[in-house]
């Protein structure tokens, strides 16, 4: 009995690498292929057999958190009291929120946070179970020594750590920042920007939470040697440019960051990454906002799910928020207020449930007003791509072509409890606090 197992398994981490190694930019070496089996290993266990009870469970806390607030069935449809003008007392409006802020005390709890997310990556504890680091050095000069107070020096540590700044920073990163597993990058009490350098790599890793940082302006790194942890460092090739890289990864949890401007994507999502929820972010200025699944070929990416919930897609923004391969999407309560070409796109018949958006086609492009675009599939092969769309709601002729069965909502009841997502009409007050938050210590953030 034991041999065929054995076969087996070395059957799929074949395949497993067969696939990675062209894309991987690491030189494969033996802790790389270590890693990357581990990984693969990780995602079969962190993937949810019943997707839709996330989805029921993320639905229900929002659908409670505006009942408790009162705000269930008001109506605030205008985006018009910028967040940056906003002078009243602190206020949440969605469930992760609720969890942690408007407390004065948030400086002693930081921690709280690790117990808030929902969704695919609610699993996310970051640096739960470690010490505090705090970054008291912008700078990133070696490679292969960071020196201690760098983030660099923090993010390449084996043990959890929960990770701070001492004051507002711009770190302009030499190469792209190699993460290591159970870390929290978490921004409040400072201004924090990674800009005008490399981005973000999280690697065949798992359990990371990236908070309240500001990403702009990341641009390709020459590739080179970098350490990628305290014992172990390597060749890499040049980096995409993308301003956060999730590869191979599990229960990655990415909340009120504002990106805008990187050379690739802002975040993408590949390699048969899962648990993962981007949240109460908000995007600007970029094209290809978000791809999630890189490949038509790798179809581990089925084992891919991701939520995006509570964000803001805002100015000059183009396309690709997101845009999927194969993989579960849960798209919820997020307001897209501009796009240009479409929003949400994919090939390879990812699953994608879009509930309670609100969707503002541009106004003068006649041929941007649908919500929705497949690519490499005739319509008799993507009518039956389970697309649904549930109470969204639709300005300036925006539309959501719908695929598959029809009866999908009906059919998943069960999980659902017949709790529908938050209304659309109160999207922009759900989202009004999207994007890093300025957090004053001794006050409610
Ligand atoms: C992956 O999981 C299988 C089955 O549980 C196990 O036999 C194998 O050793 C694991 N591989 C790694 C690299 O952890
Ligand atoms: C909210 O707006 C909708 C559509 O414009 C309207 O039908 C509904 O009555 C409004 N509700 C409230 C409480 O104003």
Redesign the pocket.
């Known amino acids: 009995m034991e041999k065929p197992q054995f076969n087996r398994i070395h059957l799929i981490l074949f395949i497993a690498f067969a696939a990675i190694v062209p894309t991987l930019r690491a030189q494969f070496d033996e802790v790389w292929e270590k890693r990357a089996a581990e990984a693969w290993n990780r995602t079969l266990d962190s993937y949810e057999p019943e997707p839709e009870k996330i989805i029921s469970h993320l639905n229900e806390n929002a659908h409670r958190t505006l009942k408790e607030l009162g705000a269930l ?3 605030s ?1 205008r985006r018009e009291l910028l967040r940056r003008k906003y002078g009243g007392p602190c206020r949440v409006t969605n469930p992760i929120d609720k969890c942690w802020r408007c407390q004065p005390n948030w400086v002693a709890n930081r921690k709280r946070l690790a117990d808030c997310a929902l969704g695919f990556g609610y699993k996310a504890k970051g640096g739960k179970a470690g010490r505090f680091y705090v970054v008291t050095d912008s700078s990133d000069n070696d490679m292969l020594n960071p020196k201690p107070g760098t983030l660099r020096h923090a993010v390449i540590q084996k043990e959890p750590l929960w990770i701070t700044f001492e004051r507002s920073m711009v770190i302009r990163l030499s190469q792209e920042l190699i993460m290591t597993s159970d870390k929290t990058i978490d921004g409040r009490g400072a201004e924090v920007h990674i800009a005008n350098g490399a981005g973000i790599t999280i690697q065949f890793v798992r359990n990371v939470i990236i908070h309240g940082l500001h990403i702009h302006d990341i641009h390709t790194g020459n590739g080179g040697l970098i350490r990628d942890s305290l014992d172990h460092y390597g060749f890499r090739t040049a980096s995409d440019g993308d301003g956060i890289s999730i590869f191979g990864s599990q229960d990655v949890w990415i909340d009120h960051v504002s990106m805008r401007s990187c050379h690739d994507g802002l975040i993408d999502i590949i390699q048969a990454s899962t648990g993962i929820t981007i949240s109460n972010s908000h995007f600007t200025d970029h094209n290809e906002v978000m791809l999630f699944g890189a490949s038509d070929s790798f179809s581990q990416d089925e084992k891919m799910q991701i939520t995006v919930a509570f964000n803001h897609f805002g100015k000059r923004l183009v396309q690709r928020m997101p845009r999927c391969r194969y993989g579960y999407i849960h798209v919820v309560n997020n307001d897209y207020t501009h796009w240009n070409m479409y929003a949400i796109g994919g090939s390879q018949h990812p699953t994608i449930i879009s509930q309670g958006n609100r969707y503002i086609a541009p106004p003068r492009n006649p041929y941007a007003k649908e919500v929705t675009k497949r690519d490499y599939a005739p319509e008799a092969e993507w009518k039956q791509w389970t697309w649904r769309s549930e109470g969204d709601l639709f300005l300036r002729g925006a539309y959501f072509e719908q695929s598959g069965d029809p009866n999908w909502y009906k059919k998943h009841s069960d999980v659902y409890d017949l709790i529908p997502a938050a209304p659309a ?1 109160q999207v922009a007050d759900i989202t009004k606090f999207a994007g890093a938050l300025h957090c004053i210590v001794g006050r409610p953030c």
Request: charged letters at 0%.
């Open positions: 069935g008001s109506n449809t009409l």
